[in-house]
Structure formats: C-alpha cells, structure tokens
C-alpha cells in the first residue's frame, strides 16, 4: 500500500488543482469576468495565488521527505 501511494503522490497533489482548474474555467465561461468589476479581478488573481503558494508548498515538502 505505501508502495502505491509513493507510486501516485504527484497524482494525489494534481487532482485538487485540475478540480480548482475547472470549477475557475466554468466561473469565467458563465462571465464572471465580463463585468469588469475590480473586486471580480481581485478575487480571479488573489484565488491563483493561493492555490499556487499551496501547491509550491505541497511540492517543496513532497521534495523534502524525499531527500531525507
């Protein structure tokens, strides 16, 4: 079992940002940028860098517990 999950760690770390990934592609296809509204854009960009600054968070430990 833990040979399975070594196996599909990077498995694991993508299928959260392919959801965020759809579930954002549904938001701005449905117009939610097409108001120009700034806290609309904020949100948009403030949302990416948390899932960014999570995701290099997540990599950089997986790395870590690999070299060690």
Same mark, same amino acid.
Request: net charge positive; charged share 15%; glycine share 2%.
């Given at each position: 079992? &833990? ?7 990077? =498995? ?6 392919? %959801?965020?990934?759809?579930? %954002?592609? &549904? &938001?701005?296809? /449905?117009?939610? !940028? /097409? ?7 904020? %949100? ?9 600054? =999570? !995701?290099?968070?997540?990599? %950089?430990?997986?790395?870590?517990? =690999?070299?060690?």
């Amino acid at each position: 079992m &833990k040979s399975f999950l070594n196996r599909f760690k990077f =498995t694991f770390i993508l299928i959260p940002v392919a %959801l965020f990934i759809s579930f %954002l592609d &549904k &938001k701005i296809i /449905s117009g939610f !940028l /097409s108001s120009n509204e700034i806290p609309d854009h904020y %949100l948009f960009i403030g949302s990416l860098l948390v899932v960014i600054i =999570t !995701l290099i968070y997540v990599v %950089l430990r997986f790395d870590k517990n =690999t070299n060690s």
